[in-house]
């Protein structure tokens, strides 16, 4: 009953043969000493070991503040422990006769909600294993399949770090949104090695402590070398009266997980509320677990709070084993958490718990060991970044895109902003008449009559309704096209590559977010009277799309990744470009104004002045912002950009529309300025520039069906 009626007993795991008989790969205990200074075993963590990245990042940080100490005093370092561990996975790894190349290891995370997905990024990074969701994964002719850019991959072990049920909604949770359809079959042919196997959660229950000793003596004809804390499964009848005999004494949890039952201490119960439990475990026993209450022991730690002082805090310490083909491996060290300031009883890092790097020492020199492999030979080089699952190179488009809108959105607002302030004059009309419109096109401003009256009284009206719309568009966040909507995507897509993006750049988007959120509380506080600050804040927005722009040219390797992170860009780039002289072609009146704002929107004042040394003129300006091609915000280097990049990615996966953008450049390279500005509203331009924007669209649509849904291998062609 205590076996069957546990929710970690997987009925659908009956079958799944792990090579050698091996289904804990990795193991961690928490252990802590008695007031005696025995220790005691008080978890087994079996289903997915937390920690083990933690202790890793610990040992690093610590090294690095103490190396001198951490030398003298020959600390045993970690390196192999994780060595060990890649290379007792790539040896059990399941292969057909008939594979070349290393087998494919990939690290499965719930996603970066989960508590503990930064060690999942950190461990991932440290062993070089792709890190991966359930979506990036499918099982296709029995096996498991990593979704890449260059196609279907083939993965032979997966280290999970999801619980059971989450893994396969076919044969565990139906409602999971983590799992991969059909992974449990997949491991049941002998596909797919999984670590731990499914199936190990069982190990975890409390309720099998107190069966440990007989178990030990009759499988391994030996005691146990560390004793479980005492615990009574009071399913059986002598157990439950024996727990309720010393009931002050224990700690009363829940035999099965799927109860949710939370832990009492007998000690902390009233007369009344001692009956009650009493009642209900006597009505249903086999449903809970006494186990007897220990002192955690306390270490001196250093405090948060000013002025700085040593606390005494509880204490444990997880400690890992890894299996290898000739028994398990020991970590030299481990985790020791430490409880929150107002814990005694238990340590967890939910409440405010912290951990501390624990060292093993030796008396033998201690030489550095690296992580790699023993020998890299020349057909296990890897330069195209071929571990790229296509959720990360869709993230890095998408955050590409988002970036561009962003910077594109914060100029125009700024412009829009900054010329509200300006003298009234009939040159600002017609400035501000375009640079309007713009904002209506784009989503900043509701639908409306563009034109404005002269009519003092209602000029001042009317201006301040514009003035309230743009902060809006600025402030709001349920205002889909405004720039706060657009940081807030961008924040999100970020947040889903935050193994990928550096902590500088990391930081440099979130300290944006916070001055958003000061300024939205500013607005609330003070009314709309905040224009100079919200000018202010544009500029820093503006600054810290530079940075991430920055961060794509200088700190990325030119991967696929990379490459779609920046033709991303360039579609959102060659869209708003285009829309922009579109606008102001079509309007014949909208021509006559003051260009200036449009150097600044497009960011080529410098670049225009250096040239001509004159107040802008319509045709310099289009050339600049049309057809050339060494300004990096024109048009035509958009569109030869994407038809650059489309062509490596078609020397690598086929056709990929690269020959619509040739031709698009040839036309757009043969249009005849002066010609286009001595026709009313154009001939050729307006409907190009058109087409460039549509082109843009499809390109998305394609590059998504084609590198990010997997559900046809072969091209969907631009047609």
């Known amino acids: 009953a205590l076996i069957h009626g546990h929710a970690g007993f997987l009925r659908p795991a009956h079958g799944i043969r792990c090579p050698d008989d091996i289904h804990l790969h990795l193991y961690a205990a928490d252990v802590a000493r008695s007031e005696d200074g025995h220790w005691w075993v008080i978890a087994d963590r079996t289903q997915a070991p937390a920690g083990a990245g933690y202790a890793l990042e610990n040992r690093q940080l610590i090294s690095r503040v103490f190396p001198d100490l951490f030398r003298d005093l020959r600390v045993q370092r970690l390196g192999d422990f994780f060595r060990t ?103 049941r042919d002998g596909k797919v090695l999984i670590a731990n196997a499914l199936g190990a959660s069982l190990l975890e229950s409390g309720a099998l402590y107190g069966y440990l ?55 902390d119960l009233s007369a009344a509320q001692r009956q009650q439990l009493e009642t209900e475990m006597r009505a249903r026993p086999y449903n809970y677990v006494a186990q007897e209450r220990i002192s955690l022991p306390q270490a001196p730690t250093l405090g948060r709070d ?47 718990g912290a951990s501390k790097d624990t060292w093993v020492q030796t008396r033998e020199l201690i030489r550095p060991a690296p992580l790699r492999r023993q020998e890299i030979r020349p057909q296990d080089l890897i330069r195209s970044g071929s571990n790229l699952s296509s959720r990360v190179v869709e993230n890095l488009f998408w955050f590409g895109r988002y970036t561009e809108r962003c910077d594109n959105t914060a100029r125009l607002l700024r412009v829009a902003l900054s010329r509200l302030l300006d003298e009234d004059s009939r040159e600002h009309v017609q400035r501000r008449s375009i640079i309007l419109s713009l904002c209506r096109n784009v989503g900043l401003l509701p639908p409306g009559n563009c034109r404005e009256t002269r009519q003092r009284n209602r000029e001042q009206r009317h201006q301040r309704s514009l003035e309230l719309s743009l902060l809006q568009a600025l402030l709001d966040p349920e205002q889909a096209s405004g720039f706060a909507a657009n940081l807030r995507a961008l924040l999100h897509t970020g947040f889903q590559l935050r193994e990928r993006l550096s902590l500088d750049n990391w930081r440099s988007l979130n300290l944006l977010v916070q001055k958003l959120e000061a300024l939205q509380v500013r607005q609330k506080a003070d009314g709309d009277e905040i224009l100079g600050d919200v000018l202010a804040f544009l500029d820093s927005a503006i600054t810290a799309m530079m940075t991430l722009a920055g961060f794509a040219l200088d700190g990325m390797t030119r991967d696929q990744g990379w490459r779609f992170l920046s033709v991303g860009r360039r579609i959102e780039r060659l869209q708003f470009n285009a829309s922009v002289l579109e606008l102001l072609l079509t309007d014949t009146s909208l021509r006559q104004g003051e260009l200036e704002w449009l150097l600044e929107l497009a960011d080529s004042s410098i670049t225009y002045r250096s040239r001509y040394m004159m107040q802008p003129q319509l045709l310099p300006v289009l050339d600049l ?63 190009l520039l058109n087409e460039l924007r549509t082109a843009a669209l499809n390109l998305s649509d394609q590059l998504s069906l084609r590198f990010f849904s997997h559900v046809d291998e072969h091209w969907i062609g631009a047609d």
């Open 625 to 687: 912002l049309l057809l050339d091609e060494a300004n990096p915000r024109a048009v035509l280097f958009q569109v030869k950009g994407l038809s650059d990049y489309l062509g490596r990615l078609a020397a690598q996966s086929g056709p990929c529309g690269e020959e619509i953008m040739d031709e698009l450049a040839t036309r757009l390279e043969a249009i005849d300025l002066g010609a286009e500005l001595a026709a009313p509203g154009g001939v050729a331009l307006p409907p």
């Open 306 to 352: 000013a002025p700085l002082a040593l606390d005494a805090r509880a204490v444990c310490l997880r400690v890992y084993a890894v299996a290898t083909p000739q028994g398990y491996r020991i970590m030299p060290g481990g985790l020791t958490r430490v409880a929150g300031p107002q814990d005694t009883r238990m340590v967890a890092m939910q409440r405010g």
């Open 213 to 267: 000793p007989a178990l030990s003596q009759r499988l391994l004809k030996e005691p146990l070398q560390m004793p479980s804390v005492a615990s009574w499964w009071c399913g059986e009848p002598a157990a439950l009266e024996e727990a309720l005999e010393k009931l002050d004494a224990l700690v009363i949890q829940g035999a099965f997980p799927q109860l949710r039952l939370k832990s009492v201490f007998g000690a």
């Open 85 to 187: 561990l890649q290379q007792s996975l790539v040896h059990w790894a399941p292969r057909d006769a008939t594979e070349v190349g290393p087998p494919r290891v990939v690290l499965l995370t719930p996603g970066p909600y989960n508590e503990t997905y930064f060690e999942h990024a950190y461990l991932a990074r440290h062993l070089g294993f792709p890190l991966v969701e359930g979506h990036d994964l499918t099982v296709r002719e029995g096996c498991v399949w990593l979704k890449s850019l260059e196609g279907l991959q083939r993965v032979h072990v997966i280290l999970r770090r999801q619980d059971d049920d989450f893994c396969d909604p076919l044969e565990m949770r139906a409602d999971s949104a983590l799992g991969i359809p059909g992974l449990v079959q997949a491991a």
